[in-house]
T-cell receptor, first 116, second 110 residues
Framework: DSGVTQTPKHLITATGQRVTLRCSPR?????VYWYQQSLDQGLQFLIQ???????AKGNILERFSAQQFPDLHSELNLSSLELGDSALYFC???????????????FGPGTRLTVL | EDQVTQSPEALRLQEGESSSLNCSYT??????LFWYRQDPGKGPEFLFT???AGEEKEKERLKATLTKKESFLHITAPKPEDSATYLC???????????FGAGTTVTVRA
């Protein structure tokens, strides 16, 4: 158990809909990262938040957005869903933004999104 | 852009048969190289971080090594419970994201 929690575990929805994925980082971790894992693309970085502020962005679609709240939990919002958005979505956390000896990112169990 | 290539894609081993996984990387200034283990449908589990060429780290039957261009994950006398996908990732300078390879799926038969 990494200490990172994600809800829900599974999500089944229809094209065009909007969903929210939630992540709670490990106690004491300030950074939250979101990754998407699909069969053809592997694990891809989407976005990072550090202590409530956006720190880095990957190839995140404009239909996707995220935020980190004062209690450090984070939400990933996916809208206008398409079939190709079906994937595993992982949240990871680290102590800092990624510097020094506290680089390690610890991953949650993931949310499996199925878009029908 | 950071690039990570893992080989082989899949590895089938007999219990006790040692082997190595390769991770080749291209990054302008490596901040860290990370190894993770992932079981089907689960989140990646952190194994090691390596920071500089020549560094080695061990955990049970696993040993990770790092050169300037690649990293190896050695599995010594594997057991069936070592069956998993092993992922390699790099972090570049001024960069917080992890760039992952496609992984090596290891199957250990009893």
């Amino acid at each position: 158990d990494s200490g990172v929690t994600q809800t829900p575990k599974h999500l089944i929805t229809a094209t065009g809909q909007r969903v929210t994925l939630r992540c709670s980082p490990r106690s004491g971790d300030l950074s939250v990262y979101w990754y998407q894992q699909s069969l053809d693309q592997g694990l891809q970085f989407l976005i990072q938040y550090y202590n409530g502020e956006e720190r880095a962005k990957g190839n995140i679609l404009e239909r996707f957005s995220a935020q980190q709240f004062p209690d450090l939990h984070s939400e990933l919002n996916l809208s206008s869903l398409e079939l190709g958005d079906s994937a595993l979505y992982f949240c990871a956390s680290s102590v800092r933004g990624g510097t020094g000896s506290y680089n390690e990112q610890f991953f949650g169990p993931g949310t499996r999104l199925t878009v029908l | 852009e950071d690039q990570v290539t893992q080989s082989p894609e899949a590895l089938r081993l007999q219990e006790g048969e040692s082997s190595s996984l390769n991770c080749s990387y291209t990054v302008s200034g490596l901040r860290g190289l990370f190894w993770y283990r992932q079981d089907p449908g689960k989140g990646p589990e952190f194994l090691f971080t390596l920071y500089s060429a020549g560094e080695e780290k061990e955990k049970e039957r696993l040993k990770a090594t790092l050169t300037k261009k690649e990293s190896f994950l050695h599995i010594t006398a594997p057991k069936p419970e070592d069956s998993a996908t092993y992922l390699c990732a790099v972090q570049g300078p001024g960069d917080y994201k992890l760039s992952f390879g496609a992984g090596t799926t290891v199957t250990v038969r009893a």
